[in-house]
């Protein structure tokens, strides 16, 4: 998942690019005086998080927001008359404190947040909404921006500058610029609302998680678990001062240990608590929230002139309106409910062989469907993992593939300060050996930690800024016991391999304007790198140089290797019904219209499933509405559509690569200089298609995933 906080913030200077400047002065001394002054004395700057205390980042938010509404007013109200350089570029000077600040702010309080960092949070939310209508809904502002993309024409502008002046202008309109005073007003209330509805959300989830964690003092309630898991629970119990063993939440419905645990009582109550966790009637209760939320989104839609939500957030999109991502979506229902079924029925056909005398259900699932992997492929899970330690996949497997598609190298920095001790810096080397970018990765699961994968910045490149890109990835893996190997599922490295995806994406950024550059891009396009590059995890070459057993050394046996190859679209029509239905789930809750009543969350999501077929009782949607984070809070409202969309044109890009010659630093350059590098500067269908030649389909999508079009 690529994670972007700020929906559009301006860019801030590096001007050395990722050098870290140490010994600076203390945060606190430094916001008060950086109106005046912001650059490598600030600690925000790089940044140097063990100069930065809590205390720090509300001042350093609101000099930040007085500094840019400065910057602001000196554009709008400049006497000459607009050009380029005056109103758009010196837009996208402004602003380098607040959001170097802020990319600090979203990475601590989504990957290790505390009381303190909420409570900011809470403060500033609505606060920063106001700000960016102040700046989104100035007239005077607008009226210069309107005035170049009049001009543009006859401006003599190159192709990325021209991009910049239509995206502007694009992006003022869809945020309310055209509104008539009145409407500005009502517009900021819902704004504001939002953001604060947002920031709810996403508190009362962390804790909701935190709080559904499975406890058991009994060790015969987690029979089946491997003694790697059992330590782990027991080491995650005794974080929280328990004596027992503690299985805390991942973000999705269905928890990894439900294909391990025999007790069916055990598995039961583990997937409630997942289901449940933001629905039990207390403080973490996220319903009210969400119904509220999709009423004030349709609210808002029709102020800004649109039908619904969807309609006015897909309108820079690719797929452009939310009957096309729809279109799309239900094309491929019947194939994946199909596949779903018949799996289904393999798995009950297994239960009532064991005499097991009752239904599938959700929390049977994983656990039987594992039983019928291992006897379709003779695949053992606990076989497997040995080969997949986590450091040896980053630096043989990840790591070597960028390599041998970009000539990348990389050399880990332990003179860095880090936001919390497991987190781990690399320096990229290009090919060339000139520094590229700063890349932070933070991989163990933690209960002040945002559930699910991510990659974000801590600095955005720009040529304009003369900066570098900092960027960095977060999971949620397991944490061993000290002194144990971190062991990996297949599916925990293919996420290693998609986040580092987007890393790539930003690393490769080389662009002139920060509001264009790296993964600043549609969300149904910013998945497609990152997606992409989940496929070099299997690639022969690559997964033959790190999966090697971590106590012998020695590669995994061709057998093995074969087995998990063919058990690769084993169970895909539950795993792609569940993200159908999520994607589906999602576009129903925004393309309710503004004359809509507020919703009964369980009886919307109900209806929602039938009206779309995927209602299937033993395959549930990846996440139930009261824990979407992505699209409550993390900006995919009307957009989760976009990992599918995104896999469509990734499976058509991995088609590309095996027809060229697979994994080649021809190709591999190939991909970065027309698209990973070009970030937004270009229509992005047009880009894709020149890169790819010719137009995406759905069939190797349905092709990778073992689907066949019904």
Same mark, same amino acid.
């Given at each position: 998942?690529?994670?972007?906080?700020?929906?559009?913030?301006?860019?801030?200077?590096?001007?050395?690019?990722?050098?870290?400047?140490?010994?600076?002065?203390?945060?606190?001394?430094?916001?008060?005086?950086?109106?005046?002054? =912001?650059?490598?004395?600030?600690?925000?700057?790089?940044?140097?998080?063990?100069?930065? @205390?809590?205390?720090?980042?509300?001042?350093?938010?609101?000099?930040?927001?007085?500094?840019?509404?400065?910057?602001?007013?000196?554009?709008?109200?400049?006497?000459?008359?607009?050009?380029?350089?005056?109103?758009?570029?010196?837009?996208?000077?402004?602003?380098?404190?607040?959001?170097? +600040?802020?990319?600090? =702010?979203?990475?601590?309080?989504?990957?290790?947040?505390?009381?303190?960092?909420?409570?900011?949070?809470?403060?500033?939310?609505?606060?920063?909404?106001?700000?960016?209508?102040?700046?989104?809904?100035?007239?005077?502002?607008?009226?210069?921006? @309107?005035?170049?993309?009049?001009?543009?024409?006859?401006?003599?502008?190159?192709?990325?500058?021209?991009?910049?002046?239509?995206?502007?202008?694009?992006?003022?309109?869809?945020?309310?610029?055209?509104?008539?005073?009145?409407?500005?007003?009502?517009?900021?209330?819902?704004?504001?609302?939002?953001?604060?509805?947002?920031?709810?959300?996403? $508190?009362?989830?962390?804790?909701?998680?935190?709080?559904?964690?499975?406890?058991?003092?009994?060790?015969?309630?987690?029979?089946?678990?491997?003694?790697?898991?059992?330590?782990?629970?027991?080491?995650?119990?005794?974080?929280?001062?328990?004596?027992?063993?503690?299985?805390?939440?991942?973000?999705?419905?269905?928890?990894?240990?439900?294909?391990?645990?025999?007790?069916?009582?055990?598995?039961?109550?583990?997937?409630?608590?997942?289901?449940?966790?933001?629905?039990?009637?207390?403080? $973490?209760?996220?319903?009210?929230?969400?119904?509220?939320?999709?009423?004030?989104?349709?609210?808002?839609?029709?102020?800004?002139?649109?039908?619904?939500?969807?309609?006015?957030?897909?309108?820079?999109?690719?797929?452009?309106?939310?009957?096309?991502?729809?279109?799309?979506?239900?094309?491929?229902?019947?194939?994946?409910?199909?596949?779903?079924?018949?799996?289904?029925?393999?798995?009950?056909? /297994?239960?009532?062989?064991?005499?097991?005398?009752?239904?599938?259900?959700?929390?049977?699932?994983?656990?039987?469907?594992?039983?019928?992997?291992?006897?379709?492929?003779?695949?053992?899970?606990?076989? +497997?993992?040995?080969?997949? @330690?986590?450091?040896?996949?980053?630096?043989?497997?990840?790591?070597?593939?960028?390599?041998?598609?970009?000539?990348?190298?990389?050399?880990?920095?332990?003179?860095?300060? +880090?936001?919390?001790?497991?987190?781990?810096?690399?320096? +990229?080397?290009?090919?060339?050996?000139?520094?590229?970018?700063?890349?932070?990765?933070?991989?163990?699961?933690?209960?002040?930690?945002?559930?699910?994968?991510?990659?974000?910045?801590?600095?955005?490149?720009?040529?304009?800024?003369?900066?570098?890109?900092?960027?960095? $990835?977060?999971?949620?893996?397991?944490?061993?016991?000290?002194?144990?190997?971190?062991?990996?599922?297949?599916?925990?490295?293919?996420?290693?391999?998609?986040?580092?995806?987007?890393?790539?994406?930003?690393?490769?950024?080389?662009?002139?304007?920060?509001?264009?550059?790296?993964?600043?891009?549609?969300?149904?396009?910013?998945?497609?790198?990152?997606?992409?590059?989940?496929?070099?995890?299997?690639?022969?070459?690559?997964?033959?140089?790190?999966?090697?057993?971590?106590?012998?050394?020695?590669? &995994?046996?061709?057998?093995?290797?074969?087995?998990?190859?063919?058990?690769?679209?084993?169970?895909?029509?539950?795993?792609?019904?569940?993200?159908?239905?999520?994607?589906? /789930?999602?576009?129903?809750?925004? &393309?309710?219209?503004?004359?809509?009543?507020?919703?009964?969350?369980?009886?919307?999501?109900?209806?929602?499933?039938?009206?779309?077929?995927?209602?299937?009782?033993?395959?549930?949607?990846?996440?139930?509405?009261?824990?979407?984070?992505?699209?409550?809070?993390?900006?995919?409202?009307?957009?989760?559509?976009?990992?599918?969309?995104? @896999? &469509?044109?990734?499976?058509?890009?991995?088609?590309?690569?095996?027809?060229?010659?697979?994994?080649?630093?021809?190709?591999?350059?190939?991909?970065?200089? &027309?698209?990973?590098?070009?970030?937004?500067?270009?229509?992005?269908?047009?880009?894709?298609?020149?890169?790819?030649?010719?137009?995406?389909?759905?069939?190797?999508?349905?092709?990778?995933?073992?689907?066949?079009?019904?």
């Amino acid at each position: 998942m690529h994670n972007r906080m700020l929906h559009r913030v301006m860019r801030s200077i590096l001007t050395n690019g990722i050098s870290i400047a140490l010994g600076a002065a203390s945060a606190a001394a430094q916001t008060h005086a950086a109106a005046a002054a =912001f650059g490598p004395g600030n600690p925000f700057y790089a940044p140097i998080f063990d100069k930065i @205390e809590d205390s720090d980042y509300q001042p350093a938010i609101d000099a930040g927001m007085a500094q840019q509404l400065q910057e602001v007013e000196a554009i709008a109200n400049n006497p000459a008359p607009p050009t380029f350089e005056n109103t758009i570029v010196a837009l996208e000077q402004s602003g380098q404190l607040l959001n170097r +600040v802020m990319l600090v =702010f979203n990475c601590v309080t989504g990957a290790n947040t505390d009381d303190t960092l909420q409570k900011v949070e809470a403060y500033e939310a609505p606060r920063l909404a106001a700000h960016q209508d102040a700046i989104n809904l100035n007239a005077r502002l607008f009226a210069r921006i @309107e005035a170049v993309y009049n001009q543009r024409a006859s401006l003599d502008l190159d192709p990325e500058a021209l991009r910049l002046v239509e995206y502007d202008y694009q992006q003022f309109v869809k945020a309310g610029a055209k509104l008539s005073d009145a409407d500005k007003a009502r517009l900021q209330k819902l704004n504001q609302e939002e953001a604060s509805l947002e920031n709810d959300f996403t $508190n009362k989830l962390l804790a909701a998680a935190k709080a559904g964690a499975y406890f058991t003092t009994d060790a015969k309630a987690l029979a089946g678990l491997s003694q790697a898991q059992l330590d782990a629970a027991a080491l995650a119990a005794k974080g929280r001062s328990q004596k027992g063993w503690l299985i805390p939440l991942q973000n999705t419905t269905q928890q990894p240990v439900l294909a391990s645990l025999t007790d069916r009582a055990t598995r039961q109550a583990v997937f409630e608590n997942a289901w449940n966790r933001a629905e039990r009637g207390d403080a $973490n209760d996220t319903r009210a929230i969400i119904a509220r939320l999709a009423q004030l989104r349709a609210d808002k839609a029709r102020l800004l002139g649109y039908p619904n939500y969807a309609a006015w957030n897909l309108t820079d999109q690719m797929a452009k309106t939310p009957e096309a991502a729809k279109q799309f979506l239900d094309a491929m229902v019947p194939a994946s409910t199909a596949r779903a079924t018949a799996e289904g029925k393999g798995i009950q056909a /297994l239960i009532d062989k064991q005499h097991g005398g009752f239904t599938l259900e959700p929390w049977d699932w994983e656990f039987y469907a594992e039983q019928v992997r291992k006897a379709k492929y003779d695949l053992d899970e606990s076989a +497997v993992r040995p080969y997949f @330690e986590l450091n040896n996949v980053l630096e043989n497997g990840v790591f070597y593939a960028a390599h041998q598609l970009y000539g990348l190298t990389f050399k880990e920095r332990k003179d860095i300060s +880090v936001y919390q001790k497991d987190v781990r810096v690399f320096e +990229v080397y290009d090919a060339d050996a000139k520094p590229l970018a700063l890349w932070y990765c933070d991989y163990f699961k933690r209960d002040n930690k945002n559930g699910g994968a991510w990659m974000d910045v801590l600095v955005n490149q720009s040529k304009l800024l003369h900066q570098l890109p900092v960027v960095y $990835n977060v999971a949620n893996f397991e944490k061993p016991a000290p002194g144990q190997p971190a062991l990996l599922s297949f599916d925990d490295v293919t996420t290693m391999f998609h986040e580092f995806g987007h890393a790539l994406h930003g690393m490769f950024a080389n662009t002139v304007y920060p509001s264009l550059s790296g993964t600043a891009v549609p969300r149904d396009f910013v998945e497609f790198p990152s997606q992409f590059n989940e496929h070099w995890a299997s690639y022969p070459a690559v997964f033959n140089h790190y999966a090697h057993h971590y106590k012998t050394g020695a590669p &995994m046996p061709a057998e093995l290797k074969a087995k998990l190859d063919q058990s690769k679209t084993f169970n895909e029509g539950y795993d792609f019904t569940e993200l159908l239905s999520a994607s589906e /789930l999602d576009l129903a809750w925004h &393309m309710l219209p503004a004359s809509a009543p507020l919703q009964n969350p369980d009886a919307f999501q109900t209806e929602a499933l039938r009206r779309t077929h995927l209602d299937l009782s033993s395959v549930p949607p990846r996440y139930r509405s009261s824990y979407f984070l992505h699209i409550w809070s993390n900006g995919y409202a009307a957009g989760y559509y976009a990992y599918s969309w995104s @896999e &469509m044109l990734d499976d058509n890009a991995f088609q590309w690569f095996l027809d060229h010659g697979g994994m080649t630093r021809a190709n591999g350059d190939r991909f970065r200089r &027309m698209v990973l590098s070009r970030g937004n500067t270009e229509d992005l269908e047009k880009m894709y298609e020149a890169w790819l030649g010719g137009k995406p389909s759905i069939e190797p999508m349905l092709q990778f995933r073992g689907l066949e079009r019904k």
